[in-house]
């Protein structure tokens, strides 16, 4: 029997395969998609490829999906910490970021992209201002992307007003239509930032252009008593209610002060929450109850916020803390458990992408996928795969990213070569920033 023709057959000694774990394993690449799977023998015997990658001791599983990001803000990482919400936002960020130019948005996308692929994120759903510049890197570099420029009710550096953000959206729309790994997503920023019409129109855009609808809410207590005062007394999630915000193409980003009848409302739409657990907990916003949002069944994914506010874009140390957080908070050891936490930085990520296929290694889906090293001391030993990816593993034990088949990273070397170049540029904007911030 002649053997079958494939890119690339990628085998390790553990994996974590869609519902069920295995070793000496073996995945069959072709055309960017996972062509077959299985034991690494079986897998040999029926395939050929141009391109072998044993990786020995290693953790093959999906690659982490960041569902809520502003990866150009890597930045201002560690710019202005230990603030309050608010006080960060309007008294240093904000003040900022009004100075932004196209090479920082793209520097500072670059830079986020390549802390991505090092700790194992294959594919992230971001927000920024000038955001034409992180889907333009994201092509570039081989990354997996939903995105949208952030809309406010006041000018930003991409858009005089709504009708011209709406036209940007709709010229992006038609340029990524096609994209297999890029596309857009409806961003307003939030319900303090915007206006009953910018929300409105927005989800309708959402609706005409057939994309998710992303958008901070109920982040904080001081958020909460923001819109009470703006909104005739309502709270965030009743005000986005009442504007037919909640769909099931809507995902609502942080959620941490909720009613229990909240809850209930956005179980009834069918939309989705992003955790942000050290975001919130750095920048004092509360804890979310994230235990009750599993109970009502509503999806829940996880991100890891910007740079600026957590300080990092490590999905694993957010995997991890969601489980232990929604544990110690609930007083409940059984409470998200590291299969549930693990689904929820994969597949449950996936659907904020709209792309179900991806978050998971079976056959047919794209071959996004990452390897941890399994010498390392603090894997070992081994019972449990997706227990150790969940609890004892961290971004730098990450040795391979993989998406669509396209090696992006492996072993301390990134494929596009600019990391040096882009990490100089990048210290030369720290001054830039300083004297923004000491020109308010």
Known sequence: MSLQECDTIVSASNAILDGYTDTDVAIAIRDGLIADLGKKGDVIAKWQSKN?????????????????????MTFLRGFADDLPLMDWLTKHIFPVEAHLTNRIVALGARLGMYEMMRGGTTGFVDSYLLEANVLEEAD???MRCVAGEAVFAFPSPAYPNWEAAADL????????????RIKLCMMPHSVYTTSDDILRQSMELAQELDIMYHIHLSE??????????????????????SLGLLTNRSIFAHMV??????LDWVAESGAQIVHNPVSNLKLASGIAPVADMVSKRISVAIGT???????????????????ILAKGAMKDATVIPAEMAFKMATQEGARAMMKPDVGVLKIGAPADMIALDLNEPNVVP??????????ASNAKDCILTMVEGKVLYQNGTYADGLYAETV????????WARSKANSL
């Open 169 to 180: 959206y709709r010229a992006q729309a038609e340029k990524y239509r096609n994209h297999s």
């Open 257 to 262: 002060d909720l009613t229990d009848q909240e």
């Open 424 to 431: 100089a540029e990048m210290q030369d904007l720290v001054q």
């Open 305 to 323: 916020d910007g740079a600026a506010s957590n300080n990092s874009l490590d999905m694993f140390e957010s995997m991890k803390l969601a489980a």
């Open 52 to 72: 072998e990658l044993d990786l020995g001791r290693a953790l093959l599983m999906p690659g982490l999906i960041n569902a809520h990001t502003h990866v150009p």
């Open 220 to 241: 904080s207590a001081g958020e909460v008593a923001q819109s009470k005062e703006l909104h005739q007394g309502m709270r965030p999630v009743e005000y986005a209610k």
């Open 382 to 391: 081994l019972y449990n795969e997706i227990s150790h990816a969940v609890y």
């Open 140 to 142: 570039k570099m081989g």
